[in-house]
């Protein structure tokens, strides 16, 4: 008995060893062989990384560091609003002009803004690449403000606002960041309240977008069939006009553990969300959390009937007591911070019970967590990796991230190799330390009357067991 | 209607102007009176539809449908911002830009330590209310008093037996003589009815500590009587001997040794 033990045991390393490593060397070697990405800074200090490809298609996107946090409590919102004027009219393009140049490329230009990043992109055909690059850096660094423009867009922000607040899920991570990140500039979101909108005018727009959207705060990134010396000269011919500002500093924010509910009865559900601080996108400890957070995992009720075997304990349980709709776990994080936790969706009745399964999974992180899990949590992330970074538009984001946060980004290679190396004991030595005896922040949106005290669930961040 | 009106005390609320007589007494000297200040209150700031409207991005652009005006105004999700709790908050955690979790040792080691020296002190203070109250159900110091006698053995003369009055019953003490004690010593245990040693019976050999309650039926034996120079039941003709132990009659025991301590050389203390 004691010798078959001991054998299982040696074999179960083998075993993944010789798994692994028959496809993964070949993999490896693939991955290794990637051309990779080439950065170059131009004089005003605009970062232009392009990563070529053999492909019929190009992605390009300008990545500025600007977004909710960076703006006054006056001007919130307004880097959002901006991005509804961009694509209207430039100072070199008038209106019609400027939509007949866009229709006629035929390419997707796009653009979104997050707390601390706001992304203009544009998917075309390689050939189309110098004409949707013009249009793209005109639109965004040539903007004319027009007066009746920007009146008008106000009010489809103020529809979107309305609309974004029938999205329970969203205002819930809204709710989350203003509790967690109270009293800083992260708490706010990225619409802004809707007063501040009334006050935009052209003059509040040039002026901030004279602070944020920096040559020094701004990458360029290009994907796709494009050679790295193209987009340098055109970068050269229409970004090095830019002057460079003085950068703004950044500092540490502070994390508050924190609750905020917001109960509404007309709604079917509750939205809960239970995160704790964690590291930012360019700690070390990022990989490990990631892997943690693909342990929890995530799942819905409208999945096919496995929940009974499921390889997650919070599955088997919520789907035995019938607590929850579906759950995820997430993690959002920022260049100097970030908020790990779950969210799920559940009847008012279930919430206090699903919180438990999900902190017992927390404290199950911090001390059980087993081999296999572990293994199946970074095979699931290596995937995830592989497949965003797959499509052009996805390296591009990946590029532009992590080149503006970090100053480059690590090769796919680079990440596989990281992953790899997430031991079992790594993820329990970063799980209590992010995870054990920490505050939690929580924020809920519905029928959230079931949600008890705060202090409840404070106290379930520790195990007082052996 | 008129009654009520008419009653004096009620009247000045039923009337909707009220005179005044002068009663003809004017000051002799017109003094200068300040004009009381006016305190005027600002309005309270009502939320009302038209007040909030004004925070409204739509002003001038709104058009409403139907005969009347809006009845509500919707504010955003975002428009709520989150309650200042700096008040509240520890030093460490009051600048919004020092990262929260590199103090998160300090305080929570002094949260615990306080917690726990709070804890240590309450159960303290728990125990004594516990005892205090526990402790009022045990007998009261009188009756702890009554529960032990001290007798003094110098007043008990050599071959006597003394009786005392202990919980309720009556207590033998019994000065033997040397005679006795040989005797009772050297009884040979096999043929007692109860059989005890004489020195399992006695802490000091000349002394002799029983409850005087027969062991047959409860009487009260008759002291230095009976066949065997002890102790006589005169009830049913239990006879025992100068060690309290049954030789003869009915009685199935020997009379019972309570708990007793020699403290010095001339004091007993029995319980």
Same mark, same amino acid.
């Given at each position: 008995m004691n010798t078959a033990a001991r054998l299982r045991r040696a074999w179960i390393p083998l075993k993944y060893g010789v798994r692994s490593n028959t496809s993964s060397i070949q993999f490896m070697q693939y991955l290794q062989n990637l051309p990779g990405t080439q950065y170059t800074k131009l004089v005003n200090g605009l970062t232009i990384a392009t990563e070529e490809r053999e492909s019929y298609n190009s992605c390009v996107a300008l990545f500025v560091d600007a977004g909710s946090r960076y703006e006054s409590s006056f001007e919130n919102g307004i880097t959002h609003f901006f991005e509804h004027i961009a694509f209207k009219s430039t100072r070199a393009r008038v209106k019609p002009e400027l939509e007949?140049?866009?229709?006629?490329?035929?390419?997707? @230009?796009?653009?979104?803004?997050? $707390? #601390?990043?706001?992304?203009?992109?544009?998917e075309c055909l390689c050939?189309?690449?110098?004409?949707?690059?013009?249009? &793209?850096?005109?639109?965004?660094?040539?903007?004319?403000?027009?007066?009746?423009?920007? #009146?008008?867009?106000? $009010?489809?922000?103020? *529809?979107?606002?309305?609309? =974004?607040?029938?999205?329970?899920?969203?205002?819930?991570?809204?709710?989350?960041?203003?509790? *967690?990140?109270?009293g800083t500039p992260l708490a706010a979101t990225v619409m802004g309240p809707s007063a501040n909108l009334y006050n935009f005018t052209d003059a509040t727009i040039c002026r901030y977008l004279s602070k944020c959207f920096? /040559?020094? $705060?701004?990458? &360029?990134?290009?994907?796709?069939?494009?050679?790295? #010396?193209?987009?340098?000269?055109?970068?050269?011919?229409?970004?090095? !006009?830019?002057? %460079? &500002?003085?950068?703004?500093?950044?500092? *540490?924010?502070? @994390?508050?553990?924190?609750?905020?509910? @917001?109960?509404?009865?007309?709604? %079917?559900?509750? =939205?809960?969300?239970? *995160?704790?601080?964690? /590291?930012?996108?360019?700690?070390?400890?990022?990989?490990?959390?990631?892997?943690?957070?693909?342990?929890?995992?995530?799942?819905?009720?409208s999945q %096919?009937?496995?929940?009974?075997?499921?390889?997650?304990?919070?599955?088997?349980?919520?789907?035995? @007591?019938?607590?929850?709709?579906?759950? !995820?776990?997430?993690?959002?994080?920022?260049?100097?911070?970030?908020?790990?936790?779950? =969210?799920?969706?559940?009847?008012?009745?279930q919430l206090d019970n699903m919180m438990g399964i999900v902190q017992d999974e927390f404290m199950y992180l911090c001390f059980c967590v087993t081999d296999t899990e572990v293994e199946r949590a970074k095979n699931f992330y290596k995937s995830k990796i592989l497949s965003k970074n797959e499509s052009a538009l996805g390296t591009c984001m990946d590029i532009g991230r992590w080149t503006l946060y970090n100053g480059y980004r690590p090769s796919l290679l680079q990440k596989m190799k990281a992953v790899d190396k997430v031991t079992v004991e790594d993820v329990r030595e970063l799980c209590e330390k992010y995870l054990y005896d920490r505050c939690l922040a929580i924020a809920a949106v519905g029928q959230v009357e079931g949600l008890y005290d705060y202090s409840r669930y404070r106290a379930r961040m520790y195990w007082l067991r052996t | 209607m008129t009654s009520v009106a008419r009653a004096g005390?009620?009247?000045?609320?039923?009337?909707?102007?009220?005179?005044?007589?002068?009663?003809?007494?004017?000051?002799t000297v017109v003094a200068y009176t300040a004009p009381e200040k006016v305190l005027v209150h600002p309005l309270p700031k009502t939320t009302t539809v038209q007040s909030l409207h004004g925070a409204l991005p739509i002003q001038g652009l709104k058009a409403v449908a139907g005969g009347r005006g809006p009845s509500h105004v919707r504010f955003a999700h975002t428009d709520i911002s989150y309650p200042d709790f700096t008040a509240y908050r520890r030093k460490e955690t009051q600048d919004p830009t020092a990262k929260s979790s590199e103090s998160v040792d300090a305080r929570q080691s002094f949260t615990y330590l306080i917690a726990g020296a709070g804890g240590v002190a309450g159960a303290y203070a728990a125990k004594s209310v516990v005892t205090h109250f526990v402790s009022s159900m045990a007998a009261a110091a009188d009756v702890l008093a009554l529960a032990k006698i001290e007798i003094k053995l110098s007043e008990i003369p050599e071959g006597k037996s003394v009786t005392?009055?202990?919980?309720?019953?009556?207590?033998?003490?019994?000065?033997?003589? +040397?005679?006795?004690?040989?005797?009772?010593?050297?009884?040979?245990?096999?043929?007692?009815?109860?059989?005890?040693?004489?020195?399992?019976?006695?802490?000091?050999?000349?002394?002799?500590?029983?409850?005087?309650?027969?062991t047959h039926l409860g009487c009260v034996p008759?002291?230095?009587?009976? +066949?065997?120079?002890?102790?006589?039941?005169?009830?049913?003709?239990?006879?025992?001997?100068?060690?309290g132990r049954i030789r003869k009659g009915p009685a199935p025991l020997n009379l019972e040794v309570p708990q007793h301590s020699f403290v010095d050389e001339g004091t007993l203390v029995v319980g």
């Open positions: 007949a140049q866009l229709e006629q490329v035929g390419a997707r @230009f796009k653009c979104f803004t997050t $707390r #601390e990043m706001s992304v203009y992109y544009v050939q189309d690449t110098p004409v949707a690059t013009d249009l &793209l850096t005109d639109c965004v660094f040539n903007n004319a403000f027009s007066h009746t423009e920007i #009146e008008n867009q106000k $009010r489809t922000v103020y *529809a979107e606002m309305l609309a =974004h607040d029938n999205n329970p899920e969203a205002v819930a991570y809204d709710y989350l960041h203003s509790a *967690a990140f109270q920096d /040559p020094c $705060r701004t990458v &360029l990134v290009a994907v796709g069939g494009v050679k790295h #010396e193209q987009m340098v000269a055109l970068a050269n011919s229409y970004l090095c !006009k830019l002057e %460079p &500002l003085k950068c703004m500093d950044i500092d *540490a924010y502070r @994390f508050s553990g924190s609750d905020v509910r @917001f109960r509404d009865d007309s709604l %079917p559900v509750a =939205h809960v969300l239970a *995160a704790v601080e964690a /590291p930012s996108l360019i700690h070390d400890d990022y990989v490990v959390m990631e892997v943690a957070r693909h342990i929890v995992g995530g799942w819905d009720r %096919p009937g496995t929940a009974k075997t499921h390889y997650s304990q919070v599955v088997r349980m919520s789907d035995t @007591f019938k607590t929850c709709d579906s759950y !995820k776990a997430f993690y959002i994080n920022y260049k100097d911070c970030g908020l790990w936790g779950v =969210h799920f969706v559940g009847q008012s009745k | 005390h009620l009247a000045p609320y039923f009337k909707a102007s009220s005179s005044v007589v002068s009663n003809g007494l004017k000051p005392f009055k202990w919980r309720g019953k009556p207590l033998f003490i019994r000065h033997r003589t +040397d005679n006795e004690i040989s005797t009772e010593q050297s009884v040979p245990v096999e043929s007692l009815r109860d059989p005890q040693h004489d020195n399992q019976r006695v802490q000091n050999p000349k002394w002799l500590v029983v409850i005087g309650v027969c008759v002291a230095n009587a009976g +066949d065997f120079g002890g102790y006589y039941c005169p009830c049913h003709g239990s006879h025992y001997d100068a060690s």
